[in-house]
């Protein structure tokens, strides 16, 4: 099935007498006749349900869209896309070990691996995305477990050269992840470009709504985790917590997923709620529709704000004069995202004046949903990042962060204009 198809009715495929709709499973724990069934269960031996912590045939319906919509093999949603970027990398690294980042990503992930992961004794080095090879390639060592970066940097509209960066990172063995938030598999797929995992905030375009907090976790099931099984004790060796279970031998492609749903999910519990996973659901059936709408949006406001005497400047991959435009012609051929940076001719209280001035589009501590915001990162996001951090996420002291909406894009320039014309 093509991608429409798949938002539409990818991962659940009723039978004879069953709900059309994705069922709500609103229970905690699930019935079995005997005790040993429920112990082949604890033991990995069976798959089934018997704690929604773990699995619930209503999450698992719409991991599996997910993972379709992406080409990967499996999935696992989360509670937040926090989460998900949390359990990525905690599937790979214990402490004493090491990661690589692009700088340019969104501000809580960045705390997250500077200040959270290294408390944990998981170190990560940052690197400029448009280094050299070279450049980059000293920032690995011998206990680096993985490389990560985003399909499109939120909030400085980078586009991530996801091909480059697997090859950097496969040839030390290692994996890939991309955050594929901004991008959705609508108009990227990161693994058919050499990305292992890929992760989300569904609570963004997927959701659409505003509606539902929630993350996923996609595994590719392509990465070899046993071609370096010394770097990868976790999945390559027994874990006692499972009566010395091998997770690479015993599931093969699906073996960092499961790990992570039978592991981290059982010990940390950042589970989403059926409740959530039904809304997402609902999102996901107008993904591919609303997504093409975002992009256009996002296209007439970045040229209409390009030429504009006010703005200072605008970063939009679909813009010819961006400097992700050829990145975005290769992986992004059907647009980016409705989400764009700007910054005005002036002051940040000129900044702080405009937002301020506007109507139809909202001051949130959101982005990538329905209707129009907008935020000032180094005030609001970004705000526990110093200046120098700052610098290093490509995050600008003046940077204004627009997500455009499905909204009717003249209304959309209309309020940009008269909140413009008050400075």
């Not at 990818?10 to 006749?33: D, M």
């Not at 349900?49 to 869209?65: E, M, S």
């Not at 004794?121 to 940052?126: D, Q, R, V, Y």
């Not at 790990?259 to 989403?272: E, F, I, N, V």
Request: glycine fraction near 8%; charged fraction near 20%.
């Amino acid at each position: 099935m093509k991608q429409g198809t798949l938002c539409v009715q990818g991962g659940w495929q009723p039978k004879k007498g069953e709900p059309r709709q994705v069922p709500v499973c609103q229970s905690t724990t699930f019935r079995y006749e005997t005790s040993e069934q429920m112990a082949r269960l604890f033991d990995l031996e069976d798959s089934g349900y018997f704690y929604t912590r773990l699995q619930n045939p209503t999450n698992d319906a719409v991991a599996a869209k997910i993972a379709a919509l992406e080409g990967g093999t499996a999935a696992m949603l989360t509670s937040s896309g926090q989460a998900a970027t949390f359990y990525a990398i905690l599937n790979l690294c214990e402490a004493g070990d090491h990661f690589i980042s692009t700088c340019n990503i969104y501000g809580g992930t960045y705390n997250l691996f500077a200040v959270t992961l290294r408390k944990m004794g998981i170190s990560c080095t940052f690197v400029d995305p448009e280094a050299t090879d070279e450049e980059i390639g000293r920032a690995f060592r011998p206990e680096t477990k993985c490389v990560f970066g985003e399909t499109i940097s939120n909030p400085s509209c980078s586009v991530l050269d996801i091909e480059r960066f697997a090859r950097l990172a496969h040839s030390r063995g290692i994996p890939l992840i991309v955050d594929n938030t901004f991008a959705t598999p609508v108009n990227c797929r990161p693994i058919d470009w050499g990305a292992d995992i890929v992760t989300h905030s569904t609570t963004k375009y997927m959701d659409g709504h505003a509606a539902a907090l929630g993350g996923c976790i996609v595994d590719s099931g392509r990465f070899d985790w046993t071609a370096s099984a010394e770097k990868f004790p976790g999945l390559c060796q027994p874990d006692a917590s499972y009566h010395g279970l091998c997770y690479a031998t015993a599931f093969g492609p699906a073996a960092y997923i499961t790990k992570a749903t039978a592991q981290l999910m059982r010990d940390l519990g950042s589970t989403q709620s059926p409740q959530n996973a039904f809304l997402l659901n609902l999102g996901l059936e107008t993904l591919h529709l609303r997504v093409e709408r975002h992009c256009a949006n996002a296209q007439r406001v970045a040229e209409f704000l390009s030429a504009h005497p006010r703005i200072g400047w605008v970063r939009y991959p679909g813009l010819t004069g961006d400097k992700s435009h050829a990145l975005a012609r290769k992986y992004l051929p059907k647009g980016s995202c409705g989400v764009l940076a700007l910054g005005l001719k002036g002051t940040r209280q000129d900044a702080t004046r405009f937002m301020d001035s506007l109507e139809l589009i909202s001051i949130v501590t959101h982005v990538a949903d329905a209707r129009s915001c907008v935020l000032h990162p180094a005030s609001h996001t970004h705000r526990q990042l110093s200046d120098e951090q700052l610098r290093e996420a490509g995050v600008a002291p003046d940077l204004i962060r627009l997500s455009v909406g499905i909204e009717d894009v003249e209304d959309i320039i209309a309020d940009l204009s008269q909140a413009l014309a008050r400075l």
